[in-house]
């Protein structure tokens, strides 16, 4: 009893000194976590916290070297009248990015959320509607040429069951509106990158094989599409991380770039009470975070589009203010400190 005692003792010792060792020497944050990696290493961020919180902006200007706009490049807000675009921000996002070395990802051209009303109240012909995603794609597209290095063309399209959600695209275009998206993307911009984006692709093999079936038929017809974006908004306890490697090689095995591109980790799905997060917690998420890295870093490096962070402090998190449950899935805490899983990272890539 005492010697099992002593042993988790030590055992306590070795685990807070070994943790203690890796939040110091990562408190600084003079490394930067895309220097650690040879792929894209980026963050979801917004403009106005760029330039208005120091801290945020010097998280995101330091560590990452790859941007994802997390609202100001969707519909609602660049397309907000039929005939009226709003560009200033996202232009804002993209001169930031072109002064400070950083990739921009452009999310995202089709989805069926964050439409503006325009679009939801639309009553059209199939032509007139094929005309409304042409020019909405040929526009943005276009208007970004050379600054955006990829888009995320079409967004969450399918169902869980694997079936196409039933969109307003898809009301009005039928299932063609997907290829249609993708084609006109190339032809406004041949040299971005094209992505096809969803979530659960790791934890529902169902959804996976349809949204890869799906991909490949249209390739096979000669459909642009350079990539899958892995969303990865996922838990401390699933998907297994067996099945998230599994999914990155099933997806470049097709030939596809692989982008993990809204990654965040959850430690409270259940909604609990949770005034801060519980160490045991952290240190799985850090494990977790570890891992997902690692297995990036072994997929051939032809199909690393890169890794995305949906998000730099816990703070900011869609999760929090969308479920309104205290939740802490991102790198760093509400004061813009390093959690364990940044320090994790930054000590073992
Ligand atoms: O992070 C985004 C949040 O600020 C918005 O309120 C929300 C609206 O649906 O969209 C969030 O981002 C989503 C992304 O665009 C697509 N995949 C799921 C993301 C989290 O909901």
Known sequence: MKSLL??????????????????????????????KVEFYCGTVADLSQIVNNQP??????????????????KSAYLHPNQNTYYWTEAD??????????????????????????WILNYQGS???????????????????????????????????????????????????YIEKA???????DPNAKLFYNDYSLAINPVKRSAVLNYLNHLRAKGTPIDGIGM????????????????????????????????LDISINPQSQQMLSAPDKELRRQAEK???????????????????????????DSWIRYTYNRNDFPLLFDDNYLPKPAYCKLISNL
């Open 6 to 35: 002593s042993i988790g003792v030590i055992g306590f010792l070795l685990v807070s000194s070994c943790q203690k060792e890796e939040l110091s020497s990562c408190g600084n944050l003079n490394k930067s976590l895309a220097d």
């Open 56 to 73: 945020y902006g010097q998280i995101v200007n330091s560590q990452f070297n790859s941007v994802t706009a997390e609202n100001s490049m």
């Open 92 to 117: 804002e996002l993209a001169d930031y990015c072109a002064s400070h070395s950083k990739r921009l990802h452009g999310h995202t051209l089709i989805w069926h959320k964050q439409l503006p009303d």
């Open 126 to 176: 199939t032509a007139d509607w094929e005309k409304l995603l042409k020019e909405h794609i040929l526009e943005i597209v276009s208007h970004f040429k050379g600054k955006v290095a990829s888009w995320d063309v079409v967004n969450e399209a399918f169902n869980e069951d694997g079936t196409l959600r039933n969109s307003i695209w898809k009301e009005n275009l039928g299932a063609s």
């Open 182 to 188: 993708f084609i006109y993307a190339r032809e406004a």
């Open 231 to 262: 969303q990865m908004h996922i838990f401390n306890g699933f998907p297994e991380n067996i099945e998230i490697s599994n999914t990155m090689d099933e997806i470049w095995k097709n030939d596809y770039l692989v982008h993990i591109s809204e």
């Open 289 to 315: 975070y570890l891992y997902i890295f690692k297995a990036y870093e072994r997929i051939p490096a032809r199909y690393q589009f890169g890794i995305t962070i949906w998000g730099v402090s816990d703070n």
